[in-house]
């Protein structure tokens, strides 16, 4: 069981870059697939990146090349790098963590609360 907090939400303008963290307990956090998840009003979650436990990762098209997920185990926490934000990015994310090895799927295990993320054209 892990809980999940983000942090690192919030506004910025079209072209900006904001970084997202989502802090887990416990101490088997190295064994998770982690992902970050977002869902916009009115539509459904959709998987943006995610990484597992040997740091593979994975990012659905529409943000490769300007969003890095990475994550530091030591500090039991992952990171989602966002740069060149474009308003169709507005979302509340989620930090999610899965125990099997599949990356790109939005049925993970253990959900944060999510962090509002807008951006302005």
């Given amino acids: 069981q892990v809980q999940l907090v983000e942090s690192g939400g919030g506004l910025v303008q ?5 970084r997202l963290s989502c802090a ?6 190295s ?3 982690m992902g970050w998840i977002r869902q916009a009003p009115g539509k459904e979650r959709e998987f943006v990146a995610g990484i597992s436990r040997s740091e593979g990762t994975y990012y659905t098209d529409s943000v490769k090349g300007r969003f890095t997920i990475s994550r530091d185990n030591a500090k039991n926490t992952v990171y989602l790098q966002m740069n060149s934000l474009k308003p169709e990015d507005t979302a509340v994310y989620y930090c999610a963590a899965r125990l099997g090895m599949v990356i790109r799927t939005t049925r993970y295990d253990y959900w944060g609360q999510g962090t509002q993320v807008t951006v302005s054209s």
Avoid at 14 to 18: R, T, W
Avoid at 24 to 29: D, P
């Fill in 24 to 29: 887990a307990s416990g101490r088997t956090f």
């Fill in 14 to 18: 079209a072209g900006g870059s904001l």
């Fill in 31 to 33: 064994t998770y697939t």
